[in-house]
């Protein structure tokens, strides 16, 4: 009997027959099955440590200048890393124990809409660097910036909550994917939550940067906005910015078409497209010419080098205005 679920949380939805122990599932073909492990396993790997230095660099380099949603975008997808990797070394033969598999099935549901939501949020903290840009505004509310803040870890926390305990409630509904990958749970209402909220946020991320950041905000104001970016004094957000945080925001959109093109397919194709999303975060916002600078030339510090510069998703530092970097 087929059950259905999104076994990825955000991103999949996988046909096929749980069993207790799925180790019969990966005996057919373990040699195909072994490399697709590898290469998943290395991917999330490759992510965490690229993640992880850009987190790092940005933290430790007083020149580095960066938002409190950059900060948790970031740390959104170490732990996101961390939850895929827990498997690693149950990933085949016996299965985990069930109160080990019940938590990581919780953390993959409740990684994806929480991401998202920082990606959202990412985007929502360019809005207002540009419109600072456009029309010199101070600092946004406290009150806005703090529910700006609060969203993906609100998000993570109910997800995760909600999706352990079903899985307590449900134990015979949790078990590791026949891929071998990660522990999920055969049921449609943990991973429709998860994938629902992704897609609100995606569709939210596109009608905001269609309709508000590229054409009202930039196209209306072209000009005016190359004009800023050209004074000095100005508090200015670089074309760079809008063009990086574009591109990564319709990754997670690209991941969940492919969910549905592979939903009933057994192949972990798929899995090993969705692993590629951390190391993506990690290479889009580790080659900002700031956090670069300081991985190369960390030799030959100087004035200059330690001065907040006007760096891809960064906002130029004034007296008057918002002194966080995006």
């Excluded at 290469?39 to 940005?58: D, E, K, P, R």
């Excluded at 991985?295 to 510090?301: G, I, L």
Aim: contains cysteine.
């Amino acid at each position: 009997m087929s059950g259905l679920s999104t076994s990825n949380g955000l991103f999949s939805l996988t046909s096929g027959e749980h069993s207790g122990d799925s180790a019969s599932a990966l005996q057919p073909g373990a040699s195909q099955n072994d490399i697709l492990l590898w290469t998943y396993n290395t991917l999330q790997i490759f992510g965490l440590i690229t993640v992880a230095m850009v987190l790092s660099t940005a933290a430790l380099s007083p020149g580095v200048r960066r938002s409190t949603i950059w900060y948790i975008f970031m740390s959104g997808w170490i732990v996101w890393c961390i939850s895929y990797l827990l498997l690693v070394g149950h990933q085949t033969g016996p299965p985990p124990a069930h109160a080990f598999c019940t938590v990581q099935a919780a953390l993959i549901y409740a990684g994806p809409p929480s991401n998202a939501c920082a990606t959202l949020g990412i985007l929502l903290r360019l809005y207002l660097a540009v419109n600072a840009t456009l029309k010199s505004r101070t600092k946004p509310l406290r009150w806005k910036v703090m529910v700006l803040n609060a969203g993906s870890p609100v998000t993570w926390v109910m997800v995760f909550t909600g999706s352990l305990v079903y899985g307590i409630v449900n134990p015979d509904l949790v078990h590791r994917d026949p891929s071998g990958m990660y522990c999920n749970i055969s049921s449609i209402v943990p991973s429709g939550v998860s994938a629902s909220l992704v897609a609100l946020f995606c569709v939210i991320m596109i009608i905001f940067e269609g309709s508000i950041i590229t054409f009202t905000l930039l196209y209306q104001n072209w000009a005016a906005f190359r004009r800023l970016q050209r004074t000095a004094s100005s508090d200015a957000a670089s074309v760079a910015m809008v063009v990086r945080v574009s591109i990564f925001s319709v990754l997670p959109m690209l991941a969940l078409a492919l969910s549905i093109r592979f939903a009933f397919s057994h192949s972990s194709g798929w899995n090993i497209a969705v692993a590629i999303l951390p190391g993506a975060a990690g290479l889009i916002f580790g080659t900002q010419r700031d956090i670069f600078t300081k991985w190369f030339f960390c030799r030959t510090k100087s004035k200059k080098d330690d001065k907040p510069n006007r760096s891809d998703l960064a906002v130029i530092v004034t007296k008057q205005m918002d002194t966080s970097a995006v």
